[in-house]
């Protein structure tokens, strides 16, 4: 499936899963990176209800307002299913808690958040986190415009820059991971909230380089070459199913959710659509290029659920470096 311009065409994308008659709508808002899984799940589950009389006259309204976008909404109760591609905040937190709202966070999948420059680029073959520092850095801003400024082994190029916007979960993680600061970035960037925006930019420019979900890059890879990063250990390690499952592709392999706001799972129609949501993601997650999670967190996720399990087990941190064995273990312990 092809996500090209996915986030700019479906800010109002209605994706149908019951007939044009259909009264009862699951709101979803969020991540752009979230939103092929979410697209997947919708689609599916409207293949799978058949003539199910108790989801016949459902639809699934799927928009993408970025993770901090997308979180403002559901914590006005605007939204039925919030996608993040990190974990929520502590401000997001107080503002669901003022607004009464309660909320289950359920993990679907990994993501390897891939750094990317154009094909013909002979001279970027790795970057450690300190070279990436450089380069975002706000004190980069306006004086670090040439790429031998970061490694004077590198040519006297301008650097072009393509980033998420503020609103994505993407930035944040990216800048904390890198920077060391959520938000701390040049702010002389072509930014956008479309990551097809970011692809067409790198792949148009030799001296490109960008940031943005796997899936994303994995349905470009004829337009664009993915970066190694090298990690704890000193190796550079390029993005894949493999790295992020041996926990080797950090600090850039990162967790991704759906958040469910606790009343809305009383309707029954919202409910059913949760469970084959876990039921499915394994699957789905892995036809549209992310990680799956092993089948038991999909599984520990829905008995959250069952069993009225509410909250998030980061506390409003980013979870940074977070494996996919240690979330595992976060999630058995809530």
């Not at 996915?6 to 019951?18: E, F, G, R």
């Not at 699951?26 to 199910?52: E, H, L, M, W, Y």
């Not at 976008?69 to 559901?74: A, D, Q, T, V």
Request: aromatic residues 10%; proline residues 6%.
């Amino acid at each position: 499936m092809n996500w090209s311009g996915s986030a700019a065409i479906c800010a109002a994308l209605l994706i149908a899963v019951c007939p044009a008659r259909a009264q009862q709508v699951i709101r979803v808002d969020g991540s752009s990176t979230v939103f092929p899984i979410n697209t997947a799940v919708a689609d599916d589950f409207q293949k799978a209800r058949g003539t199910d009389a108790r989801v016949a006259n459902v639809r699934v309204a799927i928009a993408v307002s970025g993770t901090g976008g997308g979180f403002r909404k559901f914590c006005r109760g605007e939204t039925d299913i919030s996608g993040a591609s990190r974990p929520i905040r502590r401000d997001e937190m107080a503002d669901c808690a003022r607004a009464g709202i309660e909320y289950f966070e359920l993990p679907v999948g990994f993501d390897a958040l891939t750094v990317v420059v154009h094909p013909k680029n002979g001279f970027i073959r790795q970057l450690s986190i300190a070279e990436m520092k450089k380069i975002w850095e706000p004190a980069a801003e306006g004086k670090t415009l040439l790429w031998s400024e970061v490694n004077p082994a590198w040519p006297k190029q301008p650097m072009r820059l393509f980033g998420p916007g503020p609103e994505s979960g993407t930035f944040e993680y990216f800048t904390e991971a890198v920077v060391g600061q959520a938000k701390a970035s040049r702010r002389d960037f072509t930014a956008s909230e479309d990551d097809d925006v970011l692809v067409q930019g790198v792949a148009r420019d030799p001296n490109a380089l960008g940031y943005f979900g796997y899936a994303y890059y994995a349905e470009n890879k004829d337009r664009l070459r993915a970066v190694p990063i090298v990690n704890d250990k000193g190796k550079a390690v390029a993005p894949s199913t493999q790295a992020v499952e041996s926990g080797a592709y950090n600090p850039l392999a990162r967790p991704l959710f759906i958040y469910v706001n606790a009343r809305s799972l009383e309707r029954p129609e919202l409910r059913q659509f949760v469970e084959h949501y876990l039921k499915s993601a394994a699957r789905l997650v892995k036809d549209v290029r992310y990680v799956p999670l092993p089948e038991k967190t999909y599984a520990i996720a829905w008995e959250h659920v069952q069993k009225g399990r509410k909250g998030t087990v980061f506390g409003g941190g980013a979870g940074l470096g977070v494996t996919i064995e240690e979330l595992l273990k976060r999630e058995a312990r809530l």
